[in-house]
Antibody, heavy 122, light 108 residues
Framework: QVQLMQSGAEVKKPGSSVKVSCKAS????????ISWVRQAPGQGLEWVGG????????NYAQKFQGRVTISADESTRTVFMELTSLRSDDTAVYFC???????????????WGQGTLVTVSS | ETVLTQSPGTLSLSPGERATLSCRAS???????LAWYQQKPGQAPRLLIF???SRATGIPDRFSGSGSGTDFTLTISRLEPEDFAVYYC?????????FGGGTKVEIK
C-alpha cells in the first residue's frame, strides 16, 4: 500500500523560504516520478514541478523557475520542495503526488499526500 | 502550455440523476493522456479516470470517461450522495502539466 506522508503546516514571513517534505512508503521509490501540486484557498490545482528519481532530473513550471527546488533522498524515500522569496500569494496547500510511471509524460497522479498548508503572512 | 477549460462551472443535480462534465483542451492531447480527479473539502484529490477512459483501481463503474484530441467528457451515470464534490481534468501529455478550473457538482 503506497502512502505519502507530508510534513506539517508552516507559517512564514514574506521574503523567506519554506521546505516541505513528502515521505513515501510502499512501492518502489525510484520507479515513479513525484510532483508537487498546490491549491490556493478556494482555488483550483496548479502543478509546481516534479522529480524523476530514477534519473535525478527535475522539471519545473515556468512560473516557479528560479524560486523552487525539488530534490529527493533515496535513503529515506523522501522528496522535498523548497520555495524561496515567498509572497502572500504563495499561501496554499501543497500536495505531493506520485505519478503512475517514471516520467511526467504519460503518467497520471495515482497517490497523493495529505497536503501541507503554507501560510505567508507578515 | 495546454489550457484546459471545464464546463459547466457548477452542476446542480439530484441524487440518481446523470452528470455530464466537459473538459476542452487548447491543443490536442496526444495518446489521450488525460485524467479526471474528484476532490472533497479538506481532502486531497482522488484519481478517477486515466488515459481518458480507464477507471482507476476501486472506482465504481458509474464513473466513465470518453473523448480524444481536444474534447473529453466525464459521465456519472447515477449520482450517489458521496459523488457531490469538485471534479478536475488534467493533461499529462506536455509540460507544464495542467489542470482545468474544476466543475462543482452540487445537490439541487
Amino acid at each position: 500500500q503506497v502512502q505519502l506522508m507530508q510534513s506539517g503546516a508552516e507559517v512564514k514571513k514574506p521574503g523567506s523560504s519554506v521546505k516541505v517534505s513528502c515521505k513515501a512508503s510502499g512501492g518502489i521509490f525510484r520507479s515513479n516520478a513525484i510532483s508537487w501540486v498546490r491549491q490556493a484557498p478556494g482555488q483550483g490545482l496548479e502543478w509546481v514541478g516534479g522529480i524523476i528519481a530514477i534519473f535525478g532530473t527535475v522539471n519545473y513550471a515556468q512560473k516557479f523557475q528560479g524560486r523552487v527546488t525539488i530534490s529527493a533522498d533515496e535513503s529515506t524515500r523522501t522528496v522535498f520542495m523548497e520555495l524561496t522569496s515567498l509572497r502572500s500569494d504563495d499561501t496554499a496547500v501543497y500536495f505531493c503526488a506520485r505519478q503512475s510511471g517514471y516520467h511526467y509524460r504519460g503518467s497520471s497522479f495515482d497517490y497523493w499526500g495529505q497536503g501541507t498548508l503554507v501560510t505567508v503572512s507578515s | 502550455e495546454t489550457v484546459l477549460t471545464q464546463s459547466p462551472g457548477t452542476l446542480s443535480l439530484s441524487p440518481g440523476e446523470r452528470a455530464t462534465l466537459s473538459c476542452r483542451a487548447s491543443q490536442s492531447v496526444s495518446s489521450s493522456y488525460l485524467a479526471w480527479y474528484q476532490q472533497k473539502p479538506g481532502q486531497a484529490p482522488r484519481l478517477l479516470i486515466f488515459d481518458a477512459s480507464s477507471r482507476a483501481t476501486g472506482i465504481p463503474d458509474r464513473f466513465s470517461g470518453s473523448g480524444s484530441g481536444t474534447d473529453f467528457t466525464l459521465t456519472i451515470s447515477r449520482l450517489e450522495p458521496e459523488d457531490f464534490a469538485v471534479y478536475y481534468c488534467q493533461q499529462y501529455d506536455t509540460s507544464p502539466l495542467t489542470f482545468g478550473g474544476g466543475t462543482k457538482v452540487e445537490i439541487k
